[in-house]
């Protein structure tokens, strides 16, 4: 489904179809194969779903609700791309659960080259956010878009990282609501240089649910995904895991097993994804063609995908949302129906504002410099000199050479 441009009359049909209640992106595609279009769907889906549902009835969004989020999305420059549209990311529109509306913000023309995520924990070590700023430096460089969630930590390094060259931010919620709401700046700077893509109503709050959904998104629009730090429960592993599924290529950098914050990167690294300890090794694995990792990871006994989490996130892709078994029969649509909040630590997270805590939040196992952990906590030197001598003096901070310093795990 590609290469039509719709009339505006045909846009508030789609998007009427697909803001409908338990409408999701396979079923949305059903839909419209079996009617001619979305028009015609939108008409016949009341007795489709009192035949299938059992009369129940479903809501089907009213067309002055679309008509004000046009008028919404036009005040704000943003612009509605359907899947079929010659405009489309060609990445994406490969995957099983490809949006069928994308609404974008920016330079449109992103879209059209090949992209690499990179994702990784919020909770970032000054190591992991010095690496992460390199290696969005590095692929900007030959030509690769950066693309990641606009989350905390690494996605924002990445982003900020990648504003001279190219970059996408992928929102959980709609246009008009970005989260986390402390990187407004970032959300303009990126609109004006870069992308802002959603696939929600332009003025949906983010609940914790829709951010594994924005997830395949990332990846979707990616040639290879590269986590940076991610603990095993991280939400970076959801994208891993899309990245997988969507046949693309997987990159982990390594970390220090003694830091929490590398057991999820360690793991994809035992489970067979490639080995990023510098730009190059993207560079060079997707220049030949790939680095082999493409769909061959979670499938080995006692991998990634055998812990409860991913038990309990696989059961989001097996719920049929809604029962239109002659149109949508072992093709449930991705529309998570399972609170899973409590594995995304940036819903609940809080900005650290105590100086201690804050550099302690940044430091791990591996040495950093001292003047990039100013620079990264955003505070001034004097308090970090004075966190750095109070974890000295609980015994918690191990001094290197060249000015540097690492945390250590004196717990028993």
Known sequence: MSG???????????????????????????????????????????ALAAKSLRGRVIRIAPRDDILREMDAAARM??????????????????????????????????????????????????????FAERLARGLGREGYVIVSGLARGIDAAAHRASL??????????????????????????IAERGLLVSEMPIEWEPR????????????????????????????????????????????AVPGSPL??????????????????????????????????????????AGGADQGPFFEEFEA???????????????????????DTSEHLPEANYTALTDPRERVMSLLGPAPVAIDDLIRTAGLSARDVQGALVELDLEGRLERHGANCVALVDNRK
């Open 316 to 338: 989001l892709f097996e719920q049929e949302q809604i029962a239109f078994d002659e149109l949508a029969a072992n093709q449930p649509d991705f529309q998570p129906t399972v």
């Open 4 to 46: 039509a441009r719709l009339s505006d009359e045909q846009l508030v049909d789609w998007l009427r179809l697909i803001r409908s209640d338990n409408i999701g992106p396979r079923t949305f595609l059903a839909l419209v194969n079996r009617f001619g279009g979305a028009g015609a769907a939108l008409e016949a889906l009341p």
């Open 208 to 251: 914790g649910r829709d951010f594994p959904r924005r997830n395949r998104i990332i990846s979707g629009l990616s040639r290879a995904t590269v986590v940076v730090e991610a603990a095993r429960r991280s939400g970076s592993l959801i994208t891993a895991r899309f990245a997988n599924e969507q046949g693309r290529e997987i990159f």
């Open 77 to 130: 420059g943003v612009r509605f791309i359907p899947i079929c549209d010659p405009d489309y990311p060609p990445l994406l529109r490969e995957i099983p659960d490809a949006p069928p509306v994308l609404s974008i913000r920016g330079a449109a023309e992103t879209t059209q080259r090949d992209g690499v995520a990179l994702v990784g924990s919020r909770n970032a070590s000054t190591a992991g956010l010095a």
């Open 164 to 189: 001279e060259t190219a970059t996408i931010a992928v929102l959980a919620g709609g246009q008009a609501r970005p989260y986390p709401s402390e990187h407004e700046k970032l959300v303009a700077q």
């Open 259 to 300: 830091d929490p914050r590398a057991e999820g990167t360690n793991d994809l690294l035992r489970q067979g994804a490639t080995l990023c300890a510098r730009p190059e090794d993207v560079i060079d694995a997707l220049a030949a063609g790939g680095g082999g990792s493409a769909g061959s990871l979670f499938d080995m």
